[in-house]
């Protein structure tokens, strides 16, 4: 008889080690902290929206964690809740473009909590758990078959919770039946409901990852505790396949490869800090505006071909056209691309309360019309192509089949340590060039660290 899909994750989960990981795997996961405790760093100075988090992790009391780029020190729940509200806030994280995953928003504050109050965690051990909980995450998105979303729910704090607590148990050494207690602890806890992209005036979005990232470690902890779960927490009659797939899953692509295949190698790093389904749209705009010389006020009409994973990027169109809050923005196809020929550009400080009123801005984003394409020729969601046209009657095209920053188009190792840099100069507690190029050089070589709490 087969072992469940749970007893095989739970045993890949409690025993995957670092000298079982491949070097991309490694290699993957010291990218994934870089540029997770940049955009963390980040957010602390740039993202009102996390403040009543900070404040609730305050209120429970001093203790051995850090919040990034500030100086307070909290409990590890508090820690896991304010650091995952930063996590997402200026939507700059990694993203894994075959599937709807953010894999290392919640799963970084997690391991980052624990390796500040469980004694001294080394770097080998560390990451270690932050390639098995991202792998994890993506795996889970991958084997979905039904959509999440055709239940109601908003994925990718769903999923991330899972690969979070993946990340927590490897680290904390639990055994395959605490692993899958933590699994269970963790289903009894997260939710996301898709309600989330509806709403005008919410900025849930940008901190959802607050959510996931203390559940996570509530069930891990739990688990090690002796709070027992359930038998099959993924694939059993009312677990989370089930609840949220409608049971519809491919058990291959949860199991495949695992453990000599890590998908955390193959992420995607943005170069822009907006919802990943824009950064096409941005290239693009870019690219013609730079090639053919042309300015907003040059422009009568922008057609953009978006696919069905992009239509949320849209609709409604005149809300997109005139977000009312900064998340929207970063969730706006129209917005964005008007932004980056504007301003020539998008950048951390591209979404303040000047850029959601600038004239010039809406008025371009009111000249952005969505074509939907059914059959597109470029990756879902990650694509798309367009059609600039001008007042003097040119007309100007161009497609991309999936934006940089992806895995075959990747970043440079220069331009993400310069990411990383400005990301930390934005801190609530500002950090020097200097200073950040030393935490860099540090965790670009965490393996060799004794005590990763140490560096923050």
């Not at 990034?68 to 996590?87: C, D, F, I, Y």
């Not at 239940?151 to 899958?180: C, D, H, M, R, S």
């Not at 959510?211 to 038998?231: H, I, K, N, S």
């Not at 020097?432 to 190029?437: F, I, K, L, P, Q």
Request: hydrophobic residues 50%; glycine residues 8%; aromatic residues 6%.
């Amino acid at each position: 008889m087969m072992p469940d899909v749970s007893d095989i994750l739970a045993a890949h989960i409690a025993t995957a080690r670092w000298g079982t990981l491949p070097e991309a795997a490694r290699e993957g996961a010291r990218r994934v902290l870089l540029d997770a405790v940049g955009v963390t760093y980040a957010a602390s100075g740039l993202s009102p929206e996390a403040a009543p988090f900070l404040a609730l992790a305050r209120a429970n009391g001093a203790g051995p964690c850090a919040i990034l780029g500030t100086a307070e020190r909290v409990q590890p729940l508090g820690a896991a809740l304010a650091n995952g509200a930063l996590a997402h806030a200026v939507d700059y994280e990694d993203a894994f473009d075959r599937a709807p995953a953010h894999p290392n928003a919640s799963l970084v504050p997690v391991l980052l909590a624990l390796a500040q109050s469980e004694g001294a965690v080394d770097g080998r051990r560390f990451l270690t758990a932050l390639a098995v909980g991202g792998d994890v995450a993506c795996r889970i998105a991958l084997s979905l078959r039904q959509p999440m979303e055709q239940g109601g729910w908003y994925p990718p704090p769903i999923v991330a919770a899972f690969g979070a607590v993946a990340g927590a148990a490897n680290l904390l050494g639990l055994t395959a039946e605490q692993v899958k207690d933590a699994l269970s602890l963790t289903l009894c806890q997260v939710t996301m409901p898709g309600e989330i992209k509806h709403s005008r005036r919410t900025v849930l979005r940008a901190v959802r990852e607050a959510f996931p990232a203390q559940a996570a470690l509530t069930a891990a902890l739990l688990a090690r505790e002796g709070v027992a779960g359930f038998e099959t927490p993924l694939e059993g009659k009312a677990g989370f396949y089930a609840l949220y797939a409608g049971g519809q899953f491919a058990a291959e692509d949860l199991t495949d490869r695992l453990g000599a295949h890590y998908w955390g190698a193959e992420l995607t790093f943005k170069p822009w800090p907006s919802c990943r389904g824009t950064h096409p749209f941005i290239e693009m705009m870019l690219d013609l505006a730079a090639r053919h010389g042309f300015d907003a006020d040059d422009v009568a009409s922008v057609d953009v071909m978006v696919d069905d994973v992009q239509a949320m990027l849209v609709e409604p169109l005149e809300r997109k056209q005139a977000p009312a809050v900064a998340i929207d923005a970063k969730f706006s196809i129209p917005f964005t691309t008007a932004l980056a020929l504007v301003c020539g550009g998008v950048r951390l400080d591209s979404f303040g309360p000047d850029s959601l009123s600038d004239p010039q801005i809406l008025g371009l984003a009111a000249k952005v019309r969505p074509v939907a394409v059914n059959a597109p020729g470029w990756q879902r969601g990650v694509g798309g192509a367009m059609r600039v046209t001008l007042r003097d009657g040119r007309c100007h095209e161009a497609f991309v089949a999936n934006a940089l920053g992806c895995p075959d188009r990747p970043l440079l190792d220069m331009a993400q340590r310069e990411k990383f840099i400005d990301c930390l100069s934005r801190a609530a507690i500002a950090v020097g060039r200097e200073e950040a190029e030393v935490l860099a050089d540090r965790i670009l070589s965490l393996e060799s660290c004794e005590d990763v709490g140490a560096l923050f």
